[in-house]
Protein backbone atom coordinates (compact mmCIF):
# COMPACT_ATOMS: atom_id res chain seq x y z
CA UNK A 1 0.00 0.00 0.00
CA UNK A 2 1.25 3.96 -1.01
CA UNK A 3 1.30 5.10 2.49
CA UNK A 4 1.30 8.94 1.34
CA UNK A 5 -1.89 8.35 -1.55
CA UNK A 6 -4.89 9.99 0.25
CA UNK A 7 -4.09 11.06 3.44
CA UNK A 8 -1.66 10.14 5.94
CA UNK A 9 0.32 10.64 8.72
CA UNK A 10 4.31 11.19 9.86
CA UNK A 11 5.76 10.16 12.76
CA UNK A 12 9.00 12.23 13.38
CA UNK A 13 11.25 9.78 15.06
CA UNK A 14 14.30 11.89 15.82
CA UNK A 15 11.81 14.41 17.72
CA UNK A 16 10.56 10.99 19.67
CA UNK A 17 13.94 10.51 20.50
CA UNK A 18 14.49 14.30 21.67
CA UNK A 19 11.65 13.77 23.78
CA UNK A 20 12.76 11.01 25.33
CA UNK A 21 16.06 12.58 26.13
CA UNK A 22 14.61 15.82 27.61
CA UNK A 23 12.46 13.65 30.01
CA UNK A 24 15.23 11.64 31.22
CA UNK A 25 16.93 14.69 32.07
CA UNK A 26 15.03 15.76 34.64
CA UNK A 27 13.71 12.68 36.01
CA UNK A 28 15.50 10.91 38.60
CA UNK A 29 18.44 8.70 37.38
CA UNK A 30 16.89 5.45 39.27
CA UNK A 31 12.99 6.37 37.80
CA UNK A 32 12.03 4.24 34.27
CA UNK A 33 9.74 5.60 31.87
CA UNK A 34 7.09 3.01 30.61
CA UNK A 35 5.23 5.51 27.97
CA UNK A 36 1.15 4.98 27.62
CA UNK A 37 0.97 3.40 23.98
CA UNK A 38 -2.79 2.83 24.61
CA UNK A 39 -5.11 4.38 21.99
CA UNK A 40 -3.16 3.53 19.22
CA UNK A 41 -0.87 5.49 20.75
CA UNK A 42 -2.55 8.31 21.06
CA UNK A 43 -3.56 7.81 17.77
CA UNK A 44 0.05 7.76 16.09
CA UNK A 45 0.23 3.72 15.71
CA UNK A 46 0.88 1.54 18.65
CA UNK A 47 2.97 -0.48 16.80
CA UNK A 48 5.00 1.86 15.03
CA UNK A 49 5.53 3.50 18.04
CA UNK A 50 6.70 0.92 20.71
CA UNK A 51 8.92 -0.39 17.66
CA UNK A 52 10.35 2.91 17.73
CA UNK A 53 10.83 3.05 21.98
CA UNK A 54 11.97 -0.11 22.30
CA UNK A 55 15.02 0.66 20.01
CA UNK A 56 15.62 3.62 22.53
CA UNK A 57 16.17 1.15 24.96
CA UNK A 58 12.49 1.30 26.51
CA UNK A 59 11.58 -1.40 28.53
CA UNK A 60 8.13 -0.87 29.84
CA UNK A 61 4.84 0.30 28.40
CA UNK A 62 1.29 0.67 29.39
CA UNK A 63 -1.85 0.34 27.86
CA UNK A 64 -5.58 0.74 28.29
CA UNK A 65 -6.93 -2.81 27.78
CA UNK A 66 -5.76 -6.19 26.64
CA UNK A 67 -6.36 -6.35 23.40
CA UNK A 68 -4.14 -3.24 23.28
CA UNK A 69 -1.04 -5.57 24.94
CA UNK A 70 -1.91 -8.45 22.54
CA UNK A 71 -1.51 -6.38 19.69
CA UNK A 72 1.91 -5.17 20.99
CA UNK A 73 2.77 -8.93 21.48
CA UNK A 74 2.12 -10.22 18.76
CA UNK A 75 4.17 -7.43 16.74
CA UNK A 76 6.80 -8.54 19.21
CA UNK A 77 7.40 -6.30 21.81
CA UNK A 78 8.85 -7.80 24.59
CA UNK A 79 9.56 -6.42 28.54
CA UNK A 80 6.42 -5.34 30.64
CA UNK A 81 2.84 -4.08 29.47
CA UNK A 82 0.53 -3.09 32.34
CA UNK A 83 -3.19 -3.16 31.52
CA UNK A 84 -4.03 -0.35 33.20
CA UNK A 85 -8.05 0.11 32.82
CA UNK A 86 -10.57 -3.82 33.92
CA UNK A 87 -9.78 -7.19 31.88
CA UNK A 88 -13.04 -9.13 31.86
CA UNK A 89 -12.80 -12.78 33.43
CA UNK A 90 -13.40 -14.19 30.21
CA UNK A 91 -9.62 -12.44 28.98
CA UNK A 92 -7.82 -13.58 31.72
CA UNK A 93 -6.31 -16.67 30.47
CA UNK A 94 -4.47 -13.72 27.81
CA UNK A 95 -2.63 -12.54 30.62
CA UNK A 96 -1.04 -15.64 31.42
CA UNK A 97 -0.80 -16.42 27.58
CA UNK A 98 1.00 -13.30 26.59
CA UNK A 99 3.08 -12.54 29.85
CA UNK A 100 1.15 -9.28 30.37
CA UNK A 101 0.38 -7.47 34.18
CA UNK A 102 -2.86 -6.42 35.08
CA UNK A 103 -3.97 -3.53 37.80
CA UNK A 104 -5.92 -4.41 40.32
CA UNK A 105 -9.05 -2.82 40.03
CA UNK A 106 -10.07 -3.40 44.22
CA UNK A 107 -10.23 -5.78 46.30
CA UNK A 108 -12.71 -7.81 45.17
CA UNK A 109 -10.83 -8.02 41.46
CA UNK A 110 -7.98 -9.11 43.35
CA UNK A 111 -9.65 -11.99 44.50
CA UNK A 112 -11.32 -12.70 41.21
CA UNK A 113 -8.04 -12.89 39.79
CA UNK A 114 -6.49 -14.86 42.30
CA UNK A 115 -9.55 -17.43 41.85
CA UNK A 116 -8.45 -17.46 37.87
CA UNK A 117 -5.89 -20.19 39.58
CA UNK A 118 -3.20 -19.59 37.76
CA UNK A 119 -0.60 -17.01 38.58
CA UNK A 120 -0.39 -13.11 37.05
CA UNK A 121 1.51 -10.59 37.43
CA UNK A 122 -0.40 -7.32 38.68
CA UNK A 123 0.16 -3.90 39.84
CA UNK A 124 -2.35 -2.95 42.53
CA UNK A 125 -4.30 0.74 42.06
CA UNK A 126 -4.38 2.80 44.38
CA UNK A 127 -7.38 5.33 44.70
CA UNK A 128 -5.89 8.52 46.15
CA UNK A 129 -8.93 10.99 45.07
CA UNK A 130 -9.36 10.11 41.36
CA UNK A 131 -12.35 8.01 42.70
CA UNK A 132 -12.48 6.25 39.04
CA UNK A 133 -9.81 2.62 39.76
CA UNK A 134 -8.09 1.54 42.08
CA UNK A 135 -8.33 0.14 45.86
CA UNK A 136 -9.37 3.64 47.96
CA UNK A 137 -6.24 4.56 49.95
CA UNK A 138 -7.86 4.42 53.07
CA UNK A 139 -8.42 0.80 52.94
CA UNK A 140 -4.95 0.18 53.56
CA UNK A 141 -5.97 -3.46 55.21
CA UNK A 142 -7.39 -4.73 52.30
CA UNK A 143 -4.41 -3.78 50.03
CA UNK A 144 -1.83 -5.49 52.51
CA UNK A 145 -4.90 -8.55 52.45
CA UNK A 146 -3.67 -8.67 48.65
CA UNK A 147 -0.42 -10.24 49.32
CA UNK A 148 -2.55 -13.31 50.48
CA UNK A 149 -3.53 -14.25 47.12
CA UNK A 150 -1.32 -17.01 46.20
CA UNK A 151 -1.75 -16.98 42.42
CA UNK A 152 -1.66 -12.95 42.50
CA UNK A 153 2.59 -12.02 41.33
CA UNK A 154 2.14 -8.44 42.84
CA UNK A 155 5.26 -6.59 41.11
CA UNK A 156 4.16 -2.90 41.55
CA UNK A 157 1.39 -0.21 43.40
CA UNK A 158 0.33 3.03 41.52
CA UNK A 159 -1.86 6.00 41.39
CA UNK A 160 -2.62 8.70 39.60
CA UNK A 161 -3.03 12.01 39.64
CA UNK A 162 -6.40 14.24 38.55
CA UNK A 163 -4.82 17.58 38.73
CA UNK A 164 -1.19 17.74 38.41
CA UNK A 165 -1.65 19.81 35.06
CA UNK A 166 -3.41 23.06 37.06
CA UNK A 167 -1.53 26.15 38.09
CA UNK A 168 -3.59 27.27 40.85
CA UNK A 169 -2.81 26.84 44.41
CA UNK A 170 -6.03 24.83 45.45
CA UNK A 171 -5.10 22.51 42.46
CA UNK A 172 -1.33 21.87 43.62
CA UNK A 173 -2.71 21.29 46.95
CA UNK A 174 -5.08 18.74 45.99
CA UNK A 175 -1.98 17.50 43.51
CA UNK A 176 0.29 17.10 46.71
CA UNK A 177 -2.36 15.34 48.80
CA UNK A 178 -2.56 13.21 46.62
CA UNK A 179 0.91 12.18 46.53
CA UNK A 180 0.72 12.45 50.31
CA UNK A 181 -2.18 9.10 50.23
CA UNK A 182 0.02 7.30 47.95
CA UNK A 183 3.33 7.66 49.76
CA UNK A 184 1.33 6.67 52.88
CA UNK A 185 0.01 3.38 51.63
CA UNK A 186 3.77 2.21 50.61
CA UNK A 187 4.86 3.16 53.64
CA UNK A 188 2.28 1.06 55.75
CA UNK A 189 3.66 -2.03 52.78
CA UNK A 190 6.91 -1.16 53.96
CA UNK A 191 6.61 -1.08 57.45
CA UNK A 192 4.70 -4.60 57.15
CA UNK A 193 8.00 -5.83 55.60
CA UNK A 194 6.92 -5.54 51.89
CA UNK A 195 9.81 -4.15 49.48
CA UNK A 196 9.43 -5.69 46.56
CA UNK A 197 7.32 -3.67 44.15
CA UNK A 198 7.52 -0.75 41.68
CA UNK A 199 6.13 2.05 42.23
CA UNK A 200 4.36 5.14 40.20
CA UNK A 201 1.80 7.93 39.99
CA UNK A 202 3.07 10.42 37.21
CA UNK A 203 1.69 10.59 34.39
CA UNK A 204 2.83 13.73 31.47
CA UNK A 205 1.78 17.01 33.38
CA UNK A 206 3.07 14.80 36.55
CA UNK A 207 6.41 14.80 35.44
CA UNK A 208 6.09 17.98 33.80
CA UNK A 209 5.26 19.85 37.04
CA UNK A 210 6.50 17.53 39.96
CA UNK A 211 9.85 16.43 38.05
CA UNK A 212 11.30 15.65 41.60
CA UNK A 213 9.10 12.85 42.86
CA UNK A 214 11.33 9.99 43.37
CA UNK A 215 8.92 7.03 42.34
CA UNK A 216 10.64 3.70 39.85
CA UNK A 217 8.20 4.78 36.81
CA UNK A 218 7.01 7.82 34.84
CA UNK A 219 3.82 6.86 32.85
CA UNK A 220 4.73 9.34 30.26
CA UNK A 221 1.42 9.98 27.53
CA UNK A 222 0.36 12.91 25.59
CA UNK A 223 3.23 14.66 25.91
CA UNK A 224 6.11 12.07 25.33
CA UNK A 225 4.20 12.69 21.87
CA UNK A 226 5.85 16.21 22.43
CA UNK A 227 2.02 18.23 22.47
CA UNK A 228 0.38 19.70 25.39
CA UNK A 229 -3.38 18.63 25.96
CA UNK A 230 -4.58 22.45 25.66
CA UNK A 231 -1.80 25.55 24.66
CA UNK A 232 -3.12 27.29 27.67
CA UNK A 233 -1.48 24.64 29.98
CA UNK A 234 1.66 25.99 32.32
CA UNK A 235 4.41 23.46 32.64
CA UNK A 236 6.43 24.50 35.14
CA UNK A 237 9.73 22.33 34.31
CA UNK A 238 9.78 24.57 31.39
CA UNK A 239 10.45 21.32 28.90
CA UNK A 240 10.90 22.42 25.64
CA UNK A 241 9.06 19.20 23.36
CA UNK A 242 8.82 18.55 19.67
CA UNK A 243 5.40 17.49 18.06
CA UNK A 244 5.88 13.71 16.46
CA UNK A 245 2.78 13.50 14.72
CA UNK A 246 2.27 15.21 11.05
CA UNK A 247 -1.29 14.83 9.57
CA UNK A 248 -1.32 15.49 5.43
CA UNK A 249 -3.58 14.93 2.91
CA UNK A 250 -4.08 15.19 -1.02
CA UNK A 251 -6.19 17.56 -2.69
CA UNK A 252 -8.36 15.47 -5.44
CA UNK A 253 -9.44 18.75 -7.25
CA UNK A 254 -9.60 22.09 -7.91
CA UNK A 255 -12.87 24.19 -8.99
CA UNK A 256 -14.41 27.29 -9.60
CA UNK A 257 -17.46 28.72 -6.89
CA UNK A 258 -19.57 31.36 -8.47
CA UNK A 259 -20.71 34.30 -6.82
CA UNK A 260 -24.09 33.38 -4.89
CA UNK A 261 -23.32 29.81 -4.86
CA UNK A 262 -22.84 27.63 -1.89
CA UNK A 263 -21.46 23.98 -1.73
CA UNK A 264 -21.52 20.77 0.38
CA UNK A 265 -23.94 19.29 2.35
CA UNK A 266 -26.93 21.50 3.79
CA UNK A 267 -24.98 24.32 1.53
CA UNK A 268 -23.95 26.09 4.81
CA UNK A 269 -21.38 28.32 2.91
CA UNK A 270 -22.69 30.76 -0.04
CA UNK A 271 -19.78 32.60 -1.81
CA UNK A 272 -20.03 36.29 -2.16
CA UNK A 273 -17.11 36.74 -4.83
CA UNK A 274 -15.80 34.37 -7.58
CA UNK A 275 -13.70 31.81 -5.76
CA UNK A 276 -11.20 28.62 -5.85
CA UNK A 277 -11.88 25.95 -4.10
CA UNK A 278 -10.04 22.56 -3.32
CA UNK A 279 -11.72 19.30 -2.18
CA UNK A 280 -9.86 17.74 0.12
CA UNK A 281 -9.12 13.79 0.36
CA UNK A 282 -9.76 13.52 4.08
CA UNK A 283 -13.35 13.56 6.49
CA UNK A 284 -14.48 13.02 10.01
CA UNK A 285 -14.02 9.12 9.38
CA UNK A 286 -10.51 9.91 9.58
CA UNK A 287 -10.66 12.20 12.36
CA UNK A 288 -11.08 15.17 11.33
CA UNK A 289 -13.27 17.13 13.57
CA UNK A 290 -16.61 18.10 11.82
CA UNK A 291 -16.78 21.28 14.65
CA UNK A 292 -14.33 22.48 11.98
CA UNK A 293 -16.90 22.96 9.43
CA UNK A 294 -16.94 26.50 8.45
CA UNK A 295 -14.24 27.37 11.32
CA UNK A 296 -11.05 25.77 10.70
CA UNK A 297 -8.29 25.68 7.70
CA UNK A 298 -5.64 24.11 6.77
CA UNK A 299 -2.34 25.12 5.66
CA UNK A 300 -1.35 24.60 1.94
CA UNK A 301 1.99 26.05 0.18
CA UNK A 302 3.10 27.85 3.83
CA UNK A 303 -0.79 29.39 3.37
CA UNK A 304 -3.88 28.96 5.63
CA UNK A 305 -6.64 28.37 3.97
CA UNK A 306 -9.63 28.64 5.39
CA UNK A 307 -12.43 25.35 5.71
CA UNK A 308 -15.57 25.98 3.83
CA UNK A 309 -19.08 23.99 4.70
CA UNK A 310 -19.29 21.15 6.15
CA UNK A 311 -16.74 18.61 7.03
CA UNK A 312 -17.88 15.36 4.74
CA UNK A 313 -16.63 11.76 6.07
CA UNK A 314 -13.85 11.17 3.69
CA UNK A 315 -13.42 14.51 2.69
CA UNK A 316 -13.70 18.16 2.59
CA UNK A 317 -13.14 21.56 0.58
CA UNK A 318 -10.88 24.63 1.47
CA UNK A 319 -11.00 28.05 -0.10
CA UNK A 320 -7.53 28.56 -1.88
CA UNK A 321 -8.54 31.73 -4.22
CA UNK A 322 -5.98 33.62 -2.60
CA UNK A 323 -2.89 30.86 -2.99
CA UNK A 324 -1.40 30.53 -6.23
CA UNK A 325 -0.93 27.48 -7.89
CA UNK A 326 -2.91 24.98 -6.12
CA UNK A 327 -3.35 21.75 -7.78
CA UNK A 328 -4.38 18.44 -7.72
CA UNK A 329 -2.19 15.93 -5.86
CA UNK A 330 -0.91 18.75 -3.80
CA UNK A 331 -0.43 18.37 -0.03
CA UNK A 332 -2.34 20.44 2.96
CA UNK A 333 -1.15 20.03 6.29
CA UNK A 334 -4.08 19.50 9.06
CA UNK A 335 -1.32 19.23 12.07
CA UNK A 336 2.25 19.73 11.30
CA UNK A 337 4.35 22.69 9.83
CA UNK A 338 4.08 24.25 5.85
CA UNK A 339 7.04 27.05 5.34
CA UNK A 340 6.92 29.19 8.33
CA UNK A 341 3.37 28.34 9.48
CA UNK A 342 1.95 25.76 12.17
CA UNK A 343 -1.04 23.97 13.06
CA UNK A 344 -0.23 22.42 16.38
CA UNK A 345 -3.32 19.70 17.69
CA UNK A 346 -3.09 21.34 20.75
CA UNK A 347 -4.40 24.75 19.03
CA UNK A 348 -6.56 22.94 16.91
CA UNK A 349 -8.08 20.91 19.86
CA UNK A 350 -8.31 24.47 21.84
CA UNK A 351 -10.59 26.09 18.55
CA UNK A 352 -13.38 23.21 19.14
CA UNK A 353 -13.10 23.34 22.85
CA UNK A 354 -11.53 20.18 23.65
CA UNK A 355 -8.37 18.78 24.38
CA UNK A 356 -5.23 17.45 21.87
CA UNK A 357 -5.35 13.79 23.49
CA UNK A 358 -9.16 14.05 22.02
CA UNK A 359 -8.26 14.76 18.88
CA UNK A 360 -5.35 12.53 18.18
CA UNK A 361 -6.81 9.37 19.43
CA UNK A 362 -9.84 9.87 17.22
CA UNK A 363 -7.56 9.72 14.23
CA UNK A 364 -8.57 6.81 12.28
CA UNK A 365 -7.35 3.06 11.02
CA UNK A 366 -7.22 4.21 7.30
CA UNK A 367 -5.00 6.44 7.78
CA UNK A 368 -1.48 5.60 6.71
CA UNK A 369 1.29 5.98 9.33
CA UNK A 370 4.50 6.73 7.93
CA UNK A 371 8.09 6.83 10.07
CA UNK A 372 10.35 9.52 9.15
CA UNK A 373 13.64 9.88 10.01
CA UNK A 374 15.76 12.75 9.34
Known sequence: MYQ???????????????NIRQFRK??????????????????HGAVLIAKALQDLE??????????????????????????????????????????????????????????FGQVIFVHIGIDTGMHRLGERSENIKEVYKMWEFDNLKITGV????????????????????????????????????????????????????YPALKFDYARLGIALYGVLSSPKDRIISNTKLKPVLSLKARIACVKQLHKGEALGYGLTYKAGKEMQIATVSVGYA?????????????????????????????????DVTDIKGVSCGDE??????????????????????????EILSQLGSRLGRVSIKK
Not at 287 to 316: H, T, W
Request: aromatic share 8%; with cysteine; glycine share 8%.
Open 26 to 43: ILSPKCAIMPAVKANAYG
Open 58 to 115: IKDFCVASVNEAVELRKAGILGQILILGYTSPNQFSDLVKYNLTQTVVDYPYAKLLND
Open 332 to 357: TIFIGKSGNSEIMAADLADSINTISN
Open 158 to 209: YSHLCMSDGASDAERDITLKQIEEFNMVINFLHRKGIHHFKTHIQGSYGVLN
Open 286 to 318: DGIPRELSNKGFVLINGQKAAIVGRVCMDQLMV
Open 4 to 18: KGRAWIELDIDNLAY
